[in-house]
């Protein structure tokens, strides 16, 4: 399995970003895909994670309300719609996959990983 995230670039607080990412590969129809995020020194963080099979979603408490996690079958993408961005928003995000089901916030949980695309929110 392979992911390429993009989407990632600058932008001022209150503005409005998209990721995207891409998964290549051999996929199982039970996965579960999500999106981290780490600045430098900090330890990865969950943002989001989405049930492939029928489109479920759980967000961290501090993205609920701004950010949105979703899906297109056909593309075997997910993305992230991240409005109102913040400084504190500034990182390096990650996508990841994993098989299965459960909505896991861990990274230990995920396989696999993309290369990241950076994202900074200027104030």
């Known amino acids: 399995v392979q992911l390429q995230a ?16 891409v998964a290549s590969g051999f996929l199982y129809s039970r996965r579960v895909m999500a999106w981290f995020r780490q600045t430098a020194g900090k330890e990865r963080e969950f943002v989001a994670a989405i049930r492939w099979s029928e489109g479920s979603t759980y967000y961290a ?24 961005l913040k400084p504190d928003d500034t990182a390096v995000y990650y996508c990841a996959l994993r098989t299965g ?5 861990g990274v230990e949980k995920y396989d696999n990983w993309g290369q990241g695309t950076l994202v900074t929110v200027s104030s």
């Open 6 to 21: 993009f989407g990632g670039g600058s932008v001022e607080a209150g503005g409005s970003l998209r990721l995207s990412c």
């Open 61 to 84: 408490d501090s993205m609920k309300g701004r950010f949105t996690i979703s899906r297109d079958n056909v593309k075997s993408s997910v993305y992230l719609q991240m409005n109102s």
């Open 101 to 105: 089901d459960y909505l896991y916030t």
